[in-house]
């Protein structure tokens, strides 16, 4: 069936630093995915709309220069987060559209900390 | 008040039970109702989906809604201990592929 991978699965970085997250379709082509980050005991929100080879739309309160959205290709969208502080630790979440509205895959997610 | 509602839980129930999961809506527009699983640390994975009012059942899994009231439904049949997890309700309206979720409930069935 289809997989949405991401990488790496789990980072722990320093304040100030930058991290990227990878979101790979493995064995179909996405041209939208969608990027959620979760808190604990909560559900997940979404951040930004991802469509490749144009700028992503993001949802309301996030800051598009603080989570940098790239969907270089039909199998690959990175999430950026520049100069991580410890409230952007959570849990991200990639998706990918298959086609109709519902049938979305979902990847494994990536742990991020921020000590 | 939140687009979507969904009874926080969190459920204990003995194995082999009925599990009722309950989530209400306020935006008509959402056509595609989904049910997902989500096991700790892991991300979510459908379980079933619906497109507008009505019942669709996968083995155990029935998934019902109701369009005019608002309110959709997951019954697990046969609750099994490898059914413990997080249950979140999701909808989204035609072609978008954004869905808004519920809060999630945490089931737990005990052997």
């Known amino acids: 069936g289809a997989v949405v991978s991401q990488h790496p699965s789990w980072v722990i970085c320093k304040s100030g630093t930058s991290v990227k997250i990878e979101c790979r379709s493995l064995?179909?082509?996405?041209?939208?995915m969608f990027w959620y980050r979760q808190f604990p005991k909560q559900s997940l929100m979404l951040m930004a709309t991802?469509?490749?080879?144009?700028?992503?739309?993001?949802e309301q309160g996030v800051e598009k220069d603080k989570f940098l959205i790239n969907h270089a290709s039909l199998t690959l969208s990175t999430l950026t987060v520049t100069s991580a502080h410890p409230e952007d630790s959570s849990f991200y979440i990639c998706?990918?559209?298959?086609?109709?509205?519902?049938?979305?895959?979902f990847g494994p997610g990536t742990r991020l900390t921020v000590l | 008040q939140k687009e979507v509602e969904q009874d926080p839980g969190p459920l204990s129930v003995p194995e082999g039970a009925i599990v009722s999961l309950n989530c209400t809506y306020s935006n008509s527009a959402f056509q595609y109702f989904m049910w997902y699983r989500q096991y700790s640390r892991k991300g979510p994975e459908l379980l079933m989906y619906?497109?507008?009012?009505g019942n669709k059942e996968d083995g155990r899994f029935t998934a019902q809604v109701d369009k005019s009231s608002k309110y959709i439904s997951l019954f697990i049949r046969d609750s099994q201990p490898s059914d413990s997890a997080t249950y979140l309700c999701?909808?989204?309206?035609?072609?978008?592929?954004?869905?808004?979720f519920g809060d999630g409930t945490t089931l737990t069935v005990k052997p």
């Open positions: 064995d179909f082509q996405a041209t939208t």
């Open positions: 999701a909808m989204t309206n035609t072609n978008a592929g954004k869905s808004t």
């Open positions: 619906t497109y507008s009012s």
């Open positions: 991802s469509n490749e080879g144009s700028k992503a739309t993001y």
């Open positions: 998706s990918a559209l298959m086609g109709l509205a519902a049938n979305v895959e």
